[in-house]
């Protein structure tokens, strides 16, 4: 059964056990967080804190001027000559990002798992569920700053956006759409599109503009001007706190963080795009599973399952061998994408896996040494950071919020929804 798009966005509608729902006034704050926190569900008292969709309102953004105008600790984003930046084309790709009718039963957009207010990734579930809910092995990674990637997906298989867009589309656990004459024909039997492509490039709806479009769009997530940006790069030495800058400290000595997730004299894109073994996917491909799962059988209520009757009734987790995947070299598996670390604060759950919800839990990681194997990176040792450092370095982490999400979330908020014509 497919999901709703309420449900999948966060913003499940108010619980109509205790009655006729009421209906919450519509509210202007931007939330940085899903809208129901998944807990307490056990106590009778309990009401949620989620807006229905009717009250999913925002304010349309510059977007334009975001990917065009310099921020500060970023770069200007590099532009293909076949795609120059256009006002109509971000428009167009913003408009093709929320709309549902694009997956093949209309139930699914762009944004239903890099959901906007949840840093334009999904920080509900540990990996993505798509079509008629069916499982993905990664988690959905954010699409802010994304233009600055080299490679694209976690196993970089992609060299560019406009090319990008065509996995999930067409992949049969995502949008499942059986060809691209499929979606082309769904935007133009779709009255809202008329005239769009033409006004926007000239010509009517195509695979490559479909593409153009939808890359448009991301390249103007930039967010930039983060608090370490106006301390670092700004030189406003109140910025930060004693706390963060003792976190930066360790980031950049004793915890070797920017060895990957670089940071350079004019701008810090913190990340090298290139890819690392770390450890994680060997552990979860070679190293034996625990024999039970924790299943939450009612809100508020885990139990441990075995394993074996688990896997009875439904399809074992797919092993993830990353970059080796794309380049069938043995010396890639288990290679994984460098993320970049701006909004970090915002995207959780982390590494490709979501197997991590708390910053914390992925500096302990690193900090024992990550997993060793044959393969593991020689960057990756211990690092025997104590516990007030890794606090600190958490700290630091979180002050690599770009100044201008809740914008950006708004600008999303203000789109209306593609769900029928």
């Keep these: 059964m497919a999901l709703s798009a309420s449900l999948i966005l966060g913003l499940e509608l108010a619980p109509t056990w205790a009655g006729e729902q009421t209906k919450k006034e519509p509210n202007t704050e931007i939330r940085l967080a899903p809208g129901d926190d998944k807990t307490s569900y056990e106590n009778t008292d309990y009401e949620t804190n989620s807006l229905s969709l009717e009250y999913r309102t925002g304010k349309a953004a510059g977007l334009y001027e975001i990917a065009t105008s310099p921020q ?100 049969p656990n995502e949008m499942n759409n059986p060809s691209i004459g499929y979606v082309i024909d769904t935007i133009v039997s779709s009255s809202d599109y008329s005239g769009l492509f033409e006004n926007a490039f000239g010509t009517p709806v195509s695979m490559q503009n479909i593409g153009d479009a939808l890359a448009q769009y991301q390249r103007s997530l930039i967010s930039g001007n983060s608090r370490f940006d106006q301390w670092f790069y700004g030189k406003e030495e109140s910025a930060l706190n004693t706390q963060e800058i003792e976190g930066f400290n360790l980031f950049v000595g004793k915890a070797k963080c920017a060895a990957c997730h670089q940071i350079g004299r004019d701008y810090a894109l913190f990340t090298d795009n290139k890819l690392h073994n770390t450890g994680i996917g060997y552990e979860n491909s070679m190293l034996k599973p625990s024999q039970y799962v924790s299943v939450q059988i009612a809100p508020g209520v885990v139990t441990q399952v075995a394993r074996s009757r688990v896997d009875s009734v439904g399809i074992p987790p797919e092993n993830d061998l990353g970059r080796y995947e794309i380049s069938l070299d043995p010396k890639d598996r288990w290679k994984f994408r460098t993320s970049s670390l701006r909004n970090i604060a915002l995207t959780a759950p982390y590494m490709h896996n979501g197997q991590f919800s708390e910053l914390e839990e992925v500096i302990e990681f690193y900090n024992r040494g990550g997993v060793a194997h044959e393969l593991l990176s020689p960057l990756i040792t211990p690092l025997i950071l104590s516990k007030d450092e890794v606090k600190a370095l958490s700290a630091f982490l979180r002050s690599l919020t770009g100044n201008n999400v809740e914008m950006l979330v708004s600008d999303a908020f203000a789109v209306t929804i593609g769900d029928s014509d």
Excluded at 102 to 122: D, V, W, Y
Excluded at 124 to 149: D, H, M, S, W
Excluded at 157 to 162: A, C, F, G, Q
């Design 72 to 171: 500060l600790g970023l770069p200007l984003v590099s532009i293909s000559t076949n795609n120059r930046v256009d006002r109509a084309k971000i428009q167009l790709g913003r408009k093709l990002f929320f709309d549902r009718r694009l997956s093949r039963n209309k139930t699914m957009s762009c944004a239903m798992c890099h959901i906007p207010e949840q840093g334009f990734s999904n920080n509900e579930l540990q990996r993505a569920i798509g079509f008629e809910g069916r499982n993905l092995k990664r988690n959905a990674p954010t699409i802010l700053n994304v233009a600055y990637y080299q490679g694209l997906f976690a196993d970089a298989r992609e060299s560019n956006l406009e090319q990008q867009v065509w996995s999930p589309l067409l992949a």
